[in-house]
């Protein structure tokens, strides 16, 4: 199987979620990578169950692959942004609730993956506490995953607690390297603030990536920008996912674009195909 293309419903958070993924198909993506929230898949919903039944068969109606990511930024707090994390002083444990559920989602979706990130270490607290914290977190969650044989991928995210893939290397390892718990890459992350360069993390990834977004960066500066508007050198990225044997989605993460939605979609599409011709590497889904 070779490199398999996705795009973000966040980036999408205008339309119905039918008509988003409509949208996304039609583009020639082979898959979504979807975000629990309110305008979509709300995942505090009455009906989460019937909700998700009928979102499982549009993706098949439509021949998506699905991941599901949990970076909804008011699904839990109407006041504060991604409160609460696994982080937080108080309310931790309603996110490890979120990511239960999202858990139990992705195993009625059949989706790849979930994707989840540490969050943002309050203001006076040591490393230490956030240590304990985050790992006490995250070890219910993956139990829910073991048992569900749901495969989770843990995102470094620019100015949270664990901002670079050596954190999540060290985060597996407090948790015992657990087979189950993999790495969601933003390449664009690799631009704002890894040490390493792109394809240089993708390789130390190596097996380990379970999720792949993409989207365009500059360095120092984490705002997600559309391909060829900052620094990657996408090219050397996707080639480097190929080399690395990667077949799972690589999905663009445009959160601030659902404004323009299609037309961003589409000149994502095109940027990817010349950017995979570029690099001599292969994908799946037919030209439309």
């Not at 444990?93 to 059949?110: H, I, Q």
């Amino acid at each position: 199987m070779s490199l398999r293309l996705g795009y973000g419903t966040n980036g999408f958070g205008g339309h119905r979620l039918d008509d988003a993924l409509a949208v996304i198909a039609g583009l020639g993506y082979d898959g979504a990578a979807l975000t629990l929230d309110h305008p979509h898949l709300d995942p505090f919903a009455d009906d989460l169950a019937a909700r998700t039944a009928a979102v499982a068969r549009r993706l098949d109606d439509l021949g998506l692959a699905v991941v599901v990511e949990t970076g909804a930024r008011y699904v839990m707090d109407p006041w504060h942004k991604h409160e609460p994390t696994l982080v937080s002083a108080v309310g931790r444990e309603r996110r490890t609730d979120l990511l239960r559920r999202a858990v139990r989602v992705a195993a009625d979706l059949g989706a790849e993956a979930v994707s989840f990130w540490s969050g943002t270490l309050p203001e006076g607290t040591d490393e230490r506490t956030g240590w304990l914290r985050l790992v006490d977190g995250v070890a219910p969650v993956l139990e829910e995953a073991e048992r569900l044989g749901v495969r989770l991928a843990f995102e470094p995210e620019p100015g949270m607690f664990v901002d670079t893939l050596d954190g999540v290397l060290e985060l597996r390892s407090r948790l015992g390297d657990p087979e189950p718990l993999g790495v969601t890459l933003d390449v664009g992350h690799c631009v704002c603030n890894e040490p390493r360069s792109a394809p240089e993390t993708v390789r130390a990834a190596g097996p380990l990536l379970a999720n792949v977004q993409v989207d365009d960066m500059r360095p120092g500066v984490h705002e997600h920008l559309e391909l060829g508007e900052g620094e990657i050198d996408l090219p050397a990225v996707l080639g480097a996912l190929v080399d690395a044997g990667y077949t799972g989605l690589a999905s663009m993460e445009l959160p601030r674009h659902g404004h323009a939605a299609p037309a961003v979609a589409a000149r994502s599409m095109a940027a990817l195909r010349r950017a995979l011709a570029d690099a001599g590497a292969p994908r799946t889904a037919t030209t439309t």
